[in-house]
């Protein structure tokens, strides 16, 4: 009996959102001192798997980078999200 291989490729895409009427480009991160992709508190929480609240923990922590909006909302950059909070309490991705 012949057999047969099945090869199987995923392509996932990761999609980043700010606040409803935010600017969707990179945002300045004084931190890290570049154009950064940001995201609001809520989404960083679900791409961190952490609650909203530990998320604000993190922030008041200076675990991971963040600024205000021109519209008052907090920008979390995704650079410090992934290297340096998420990984220092051992959460992942």
Request: glycine letters at 6%; hydrophobic letters at 40%.
């Amino acid at each position: 009996m012949r057999r047969r291989r099945v090869e199987i490729t995923l392509e996932t895409h990761e999609v980043i959102s700010g606040p409803a009427g935010s600017n969707r480009s990179p945002m300045w991160c004084s931190q890290c001192e570049a154009h950064v992709w940001m995201a609001n508190p809520v989404d960083a929480a679900a791409m961190a798997r952490v609650s909203v609240a530990t998320m604000y923990r993190w922030i008041e922590a200076g675990l991971v980078h963040s600024r205000k909006t021109r519209a008052g909302f907090n920008a979390i950059c995704m650079d410090s999200l992934k290297s340096k909070g998420a990984r220092k309490l051992g959460s992942t991705f």
